[in-house]
């Protein structure tokens, strides 16, 4: 259990973020400072998180805010092969079949996150009660988007990823996490190298339909697999 | 597809909310009025769920924003008994092992929500295709969490379910939405007849560790099931 003061410094920071802009330019930052991030501010963040709503209010949610340096190399060394094997296929298409330079930039920069991810000052994972006996991973992921929004407003930089769940267990155990709470999302946090922005998306017309959705819309409309 | 210019009235509305402020008085709004809401409100709130992260940036998401009259009632008549049939066991368990007064007022909101159903202005799906023809549901709720806090920061009322999962093939066909696109969650949205506050939530000192869980932390700890 977290037991400090809240930091009254810290208690200002980032409170005059807009929430609609903050929302709209909360890009996901995967090019982190290897500077320390106070414990404040990580509880600050993650009390944003309390704050989405969950069934029947049963709050499922646990932080485990990772920022030994020993368990973060732990963690790093295990998610680096996944995350390759991961992006590899995929770069390579990129690669072979053109895909955007935005695209390709997102996939470097998720790359670059596992290859430098024991720099990452915090290693935050968000676990969550089973219930009967299975994960609740979707109840965790509101209260996971409110950390990242948490983020963005402070001035941490933040991404979403479940892929260290390859090695999941064992990372469950080092978390000291019983078979009940399985950890379900990681979110490396640390001060951004690079800046917030408008992330790329489509547009709203093509996604919003008043009383009836058009199939019509589905022939511009592809899924990237 | 949506069709309509953007309002400029409403472009400003709510775009001086603050973001942590706004997070943390995100308070589910159960009880709505039934006036009508401008489509390019919902376009508003709508849009700001497209800035949700996904997996390689897919944007599975599409919105059906339902506010004919027919359609309401439609899925309120569907609505309610599947509601009433889920919360009367809690309701006769919290009259008989005495749930706190906060608890009850929530389950009563709920129960009125589903009792007053086809009076809310709008019902707002989220829909996401499948992959691997399994539907993704934990992909919508980032985004999901974000039109939330998009309608608090507009002065909307708004709350989340997925109860009408129950009759959601026959709802998806009434919503025209193909089988590779179910829907996954519905939010009833109007303007609120009571007011934001901040929701009743645990400390975050009893759920943020630091690189340990501590187990002994959960004889305190137990979800209401």
């Not at 009940?180 to 919003?208: E, F, T």
Request: charged residues 30%; aromatic residues 8%.
């Amino acid at each position: 259990m977290s037991e400090f003061p809240a930091d009254p410094n810290l208690d200002l920071l980032g409170e005059d973020t807009p929430l609609l802009e903050g929302m709209r330019t909360a890009r996901a930052i995967r090019r982190l400072k290897p500077d320390p991030v106070p414990r404040a501010l990580i509880r600050k963040v993650c009390e944003a998180g309390t704050f989405a709503p969950s069934g029947g209010n049963r709050q499922p949610w646990f932080f485990i805010a990772v920022d030994d340096r020993k368990k973060r190399r732990w963690v790093a060394d295990r998610y680096r092969p996944v995350f390759q094997k991961y992006i590899q296929p995929a770069m390579d298409r990129g690669k072979r079949d053109n895909f955007s330079d935005r695209l390709m930039r997102n996939m470097r920069a998720a790359l670059h996150l596992a290859e430098h991810l024991h720099e990452a000052p915090v290693l935050l994972f968000i676990a969550g009660f089973t219930r009967r006996d299975e994960p609740q991973i979707q109840a965790l992921y509101p209260c996971a988007q409110n950390v990242l929004l948490a983020c963005r407003a402070v001035g941490l930089g933040a991404s979403f990823t479940s892929l260290h769940r390859a090695f999941g267990e064992e990372c469950d155990r080092m978390l000291g996490l019983p078979e009940n709470i399985p950890s379900a999302v990681m979110i490396p946090i640390g001060w951004p190298l690079g800046r917030y922005g408008r992330p790329p998306r489509k547009s709203i017309d093509s996604k919003l339909f008043f009383d009836e959705f058009d199939p019509s819309t589905l022939q511009a409309e592809r899924p990237i697999e």
